[in-house]
């Protein structure tokens, strides 16, 4: 018996290229550009999201973990978001590593066919109502993230396929942290609304994009924090908190995910006292 059930669907919605649902809770996922940590995060980072990295006493292995993020960014044709007060954001991006051939991470040969085996196998029988179907195709790959080649460095060519925009804090001329930070937020907010990054201004007939923002050792002295985390008078500086409030709002309100890495060793505040201090207590600008 016919019937004219249909399964209600929007096909106008697209999924941004190099995401995948969550199997948890379908969030859309992007990879940090290291396997091992997207399993430990259970399958990515998620869209709108904000992730602190505790800086190592020389920052190495935090600064490879940002390169990693932004070169999967570039492999998978995302926008970048790139600040830095300790070098030149362009000489971040001119350091990524270059992405391994899709044949590489095969260990074993595909396998092999008889001629005579090939011949004498019977296709598979369907019903004839599907036969005249088109092939399902699946909506996501079955790869998701990229493994890149420490030994080779991506090439410009590929950098110039990607949207970035860098910012350098030492070419600004803010006297203070807070009004850095300011600067640094508008910047962001204008990449968001320009490249039409906002929930509110995507629209659903085109292809969403994600923007991957990289902030490097926010909060060292120099993005002018003077006092390690403590003002002149010994309470906890609220410059650094109420940007990251802003920065984890404005991502949330768009298709931005973005890591920052904080030299927490710098801070002369324990770090006991950071957890009792409440968002809703920040003063709002």
Known sequence: MATSFKKKTNSKLSQPRGTRPSLYNAQTLISTGVPSLDV????????????????DTFGQYSRMLLKYFLAEGVACGHSLFVASASEEPACILKDLPAATAEGDDDTLPPPTINEEEESTTEPMQI???????????????????????????????????VHKVLFDALQCSSSSSEMLYHELMDSMQDTISKGLFSLDKTSTSQQANVLRVAIE???????????GGVTAEG??????????HLLRGTCRASYAVAMVTVPVHLFQVSLS?????????????
């Open 40 to 55: 430990l995060l259970d399958g990515g980072l998620p869209v709108g999201s904000v992730m602190l990295v505790e800086e």
């Open 127 to 161: 019903a004839w109502r599907y036969q005249s179907l088109p092939k399902a195709q699946p909506s996501f790959s079955s790869k998701f993230g990229h493994n890149f080649d420490l030994t080779r460095r991506m090439e410009p060519s590929r950098l110039d396929m």
């Open 217 to 227: 050792s926010i909060g060292s002295a120099l993005w002018l924090e003077e006092g």
């Open 235 to 244: 309470s906890l500086a609220t410059a650094l908190p109420r940007f990251l």
């Open 273 to 285: 006292r950071w957890p009792l201090l409440r968002w809703s207590s920040i003063p709002q600008p």
